[in-house]
């Protein structure tokens, strides 16, 4: 299903979350695809999350990204900040 032009994986036993007010909170997705300008990976494991605003907040990335001179890897999860600052995800 598409959600916000985001495609969410549904039935079964993966789970869509939704914020009080409706937003979009967490989904698995279908596809690796780019969200909001970041290249994010389709994973079983690892949901994308989102603010209660809509914007993105937890991702794994789908190729090698660098951003404020910083390069991530492939496959590694971060966490764009409310302030926009992108930083490794530490579960």
């Known amino acids: 299903m ?7 994986k549904g039935g079964g036993k993966i789970s869509t979350e ?5 937003s979009l909170k967490a989904c698995f997705l279908t ?3 780019n969200i909001q300008g970041f290249p994010c990976q389709s ?7 989102f603010y ?30 409310e ?3 992108i930083r490794k995800y530490e579960r």
């Open 43 to 49: 994973s079983l494991l690892k949901p994308v999350y």
């Open 31 to 33: 596809r690796d695809q």
């Open 52 to 81: 209660p605003n809509g914007k993105i907040k937890i991702l794994t990335l789908s190729i090698d990204s660098k951003f404020a001179d910083v390069v991530y890897k492939n496959g590694e999860s971060i966490v764009v900040g």
């Open 18 to 22: 939704f914020y009080d007010n409706d």
């Open 83 to 85: 302030d926009g600052i």
């Open 2 to 8: 598409i959600i916000n032009n985001v495609g969410c």
